[in-house]
């Protein structure tokens, strides 16, 4: 029964090939969430003048950080 159950867990994943390198479903989503946690870091927690003029006022209506 185990061995059953692996199985279709590993028919289940997917591996995406790009420019021939072959990327496993697990990478896939720690690469998305490494990116994710970069994008929301520049977006709330930056003090680089052009990424935080810019979002400054999201950074405002959310009321997630204060930037004064």
Do not use: K, W
Not at 1 to 20: D, K, P, S, Y
Not at 27 to 42: E, G, K, R, S, W
């Amino acid at each position: 029964m185990f061995h059953a159950v692996r199985e279709a867990t590993r028919t289940r994943l997917r591996e995406v090939n790009i420019f021939g390198f072959v990327f496993s479903a697990r990478f896939q989503v720690v690469a998305i969430t490494v990116f994710l946690a970069a994008a929301l870091y520049a977006v709330f927690f930056s003090a680089y003048p052009a990424t935080h003029d810019f979002f400054h006022e999201l950074r405002h209506a959310t009321g997630f950080i204060g930037c004064h």
